[in-house]
């Protein structure tokens, strides 16, 4: 079985544009959560995702924004980039709480 | 705010030896929690969960968790070269996992 996919795996990208990133979780689950770390820190939570509905927004600002599919893929979109947002960002995939994370998109903001 | 402490090492143990690495949390309702480790450049590979009180072992793993002083610990026996890492201690509540900042384990040959 294909475990959790994100793309791209890096990105660069310049202040002030947008991002869009993807996740496909594990066949079956329907659950993904996205999650940043920048370097030298744990992963910090963004988003929950279940059937499609929010269930869970950590503490990030309104330019990041999320959404999940009808086959449980997901986007996470950050607009307005800042040079802070450079980081790397993991989808997880659950049918329960710990989750298998994908290999993760390395966001760097020029 | 949930917060998960870790102390940041480095932690160097020779190789063979029994690495132990801590874990306090703030949140006395939660109720999951998890051991990750994480290679350079690499994502977060899930290596233990624990549930209740007590020891949970899993091969050369032994998670362990006093809900009443708030602390989970991670035993790895036999430490190996290839278990030189970053462990991430991840508390699960209604905002997702809340991680700690990881240890970063060094084993010596």
């Known amino acids: 079985d294909a475990g959790v996919t994100q793309s791209p795996t890096h990105l660069i990208k310049t202040r002030g544009q947008h991002v869009t990133l993807r996740c496909s979780p594990i066949s079956g689950h329907k659950s993904v959560s996205w999650y940043q770390q920048v370097l030298g820190q744990g992963p910090q939570f963004i988003f929950q995702y279940y059937e499609k509905e929010e269930r869970g927004r950590g503490n990030f600002p309104d330019r990041f924004s999320a959404r999940q599919f009808p086959n449980y893929s997901s986007e996470l979109n950050v607009n307005a980039l800042l040079l802070g947002d450079s980081a790397l960002y993991l989808c997880?995939?659950?049918?329960?709480?710990?989750?298998?994370f994908g290999p993760g998109t390395r966001l760097l903001v020029l | 705010q949930k917060e998960v402490e870790q102390n940041s090492g480095p932690l160097s143990v020779p190789e063979g030896a029994i690495a132990s690495l801590n874990c306090t949390y703030s949140d006395r309702g939660s109720q999951s929690f998890f051991w990750y480790r994480q290679y350079s450049g690499k994502s977060p590979e899930l290596i233990m969960s624990?549930?209740?009180?007590g020891d949970k072992e899993d091969g050369r793993f032994t998670a362990q968790l006093n809900k009443a002083s708030q602390y989970v610990s991670l035993l790895i026996r036999d430490s190996q070269p290839s278990d030189s890492a970053t462990y991430l201690c991840a508390v699960y509540g209604a905002d997702g996992l809340t991680f700690g900042k990881g240890t970063h384990l060094i084993i010596q040959p």
């Open positions: 997880a995939s659950s049918w329960r709480e710990g989750g298998s």
């Open positions: 624990i549930y209740s009180n």
